[in-house]
């Protein structure tokens, strides 16, 4: 099953159905369930301007599923802007993020698996009890 790394408070806004789009400097054609990691960083700064404690967040883990179902394109940081309250980012300079995975259906599990990240969508190697 393919999984993706977020960097927190990224994954758990994700999780908790908040994020519905994830920015990415790169496109997909993926489409469909996948697993949601929490990287081991962590965005300390982020985390505190949305009240989020941040020595609470899962770190290195598969925490759950969502279901990729479209990408938006964006040519302009207004676009960006207008969608913030979907995905969160502390926008800065239009560039670093031009395309917006749509998500729906995030699901946390009820235990979360410890497990090593990658960069990109990266196929889980061994299976997951979930």
């Keep these: ?5 977020l960097k ?8 908790s159905g908040k994020k519905t789009i994830e920015l990415r400097n790169w496109n997909t054609k993926f489409r469909g369930k996948f697993l949601i990691h929490t990287s081991k960083k962590v965005d300390k700064e982020r985390s505190e301007s949305l009240g989020i404690n941040h020595e609470n ?5 598969i925490i759950g599923t969502a279901n990729l179902y479209d990408v938006k394109q964006y040519k302009s940081k207004a676009e ?8 969160y980012a502390d926008i800065k300079k239009f560039g670093a993020y031009k395309y917006g995975f749509l998500i729906k259906n995030a699901h946390r599990f009820r235990t979360s698996v410890a497990y090593p990240g990658k960069l990109k969508f990266f196929e889980i190697e061994h299976p997951i009890s979930i």
């Design 1 to 5: 099953m393919k999984c993706l790394s």
């Design 80 to 87: 960006l802007e207008k969608d913030k309250n979907k995905h």
């Design 8 to 15: 927190q408070p990224y994954a758990e806004l994700l999780i």
């Design 57 to 61: 967040l899962i770190r290195g883990a």
